[in-house]
């Protein structure tokens, strides 16, 4: 009799009897199931995953070498120390003086017909060492009298003069001291003759009129007027005289005055308009004598004619 499979008891194949191995001997009786008069009890069946034939490869014995840097001896770092900065000396460079080359009047001009003067030579326009006014740097001078774009240093008398006529109301540029005292001494110069006729007329008119006094006996007879009546009349004609020419000179030598005063301000590196401040009563005129006794500066430059 062929029994359903159970939990307890798998299913077994028809060509085996209960009992009986698969060599077909009989199994003891101790193992088998003694038959039961109650009827089986089935229920749903319990089924479980099945193993899986395939298992994880094992790892390999052998695994890839690790190398490991080789480890340097660690050194303390060096005690901080603070850096020692000295300022770095710098040396202006040392050019040659060179002396500026030889005056050239330019072509077709009046002056290129005449024989060419070499200034250059002179020792009154020689380039000097640094700092002395000339016509090289840096004060730039002048090497022609006739070049009245630039101060002519070392100037004599006519040249000054000369100068001083041509530039006649000329507010631009610049003027050197030897030019500006020149024509201080030429202005007095040029005073002098009508100052004096007018002091000669002065005295004349005083002496006329101390001898009049003298020689009037009261009597109203006239002899002491008559005999100085001469002497008045000289004294009056020079007093006239002379002041007529201090006004013409006067105005004369107003407008080149002011603008060679006007071109010195300029040398020393002061602007023009400096010359109103001799106008302040009692210490004006002496605030701009002394700005005309100041040295050139080579600032002055920017004053230069373009």
């Not at 770095?88 to 290129?112: E, L």
């Not at 006004?247 to 071109?263: E, F, K």
Request: hydrophobic share 40%; net charge negative.
């Amino acid at each position: 009799m062929t029994y359903p499979p159970t939990p307890e008891n798998p299913a077994q194949p028809e060509n085996e009897k209960p009992g009986q191995s698969e060599t077909g001997s009989a199994a003891p009786d101790s193992q088998s199931a003694p038959p039961s008069s109650t009827p089986p009890q089935y229920g749903p069946p319990q089924h479980q995953a099945p193993e899986s034939q395939y298992q994880a490869p094992e790892q390999s014995q052998f695994a890839a070498p690790q190398y490991e840097a080789p480890q340097q001896p660690v050194q303390p770092p060096p005690p901080y120390q603070a850096p020692q900065y000295q300022a770095p000396q710098y040396q202006a460079p040392q050019q040659p003086v060179q002396p500026p080359a030889a005056y050239a009047p330019p072509t077709g001009s009046a002056y290129s017909q005449q024989p060419q003067a070499n200034y250059a030579s002179a020792p009154a326009y020689a380039a000097g060492a640094a700092g002395v006014p000339g016509p090289g740097e840096p004060f730039n001078g002048a090497v022609d009298p006739e070049d009245l774009s630039r101060p002519l240093y070392g100037a004599t008398f006519g040249q000054a003069i000369r100068r001083f006529l041509k530039n006649y109301a000329g507010f631009s540029g610049r003027a050197s001291r030897s030019e500006y005292w020149w024509i201080v001494l030429f202005s007095f110069l040029v005073t002098l003759i009508p100052f004096a006729f007018y002091i000669v007329g002065v005295v004349m008119l005083a002496g006329a009129s101390a001898s009049s006094a003298a020689y009037n006996d009261g009597f109203g007879d006239g002899y002491g007027s008559a005999a100085s009546a001469p002497a008045a009349g000289l004294g009056i004609t020079l007093l006239i005289v002379g002041v007529i020419l201090l006004v013409a000179v006067g105005l004369a030598l107003l407008v080149p005055s002011i603008a060679i005063t006007w071109r010195r301000f300029h040398d020393a590196n002061f602007a023009g308009p400096f010359y109103f401040l001799s106008f302040i009563p009692y210490v004006g005129g002496l605030v701009v004598l002394v700005f005309m006794f100041l040295p050139p500066s080579p600032l002055g430059r920017r004053f230069d004619r373009v």
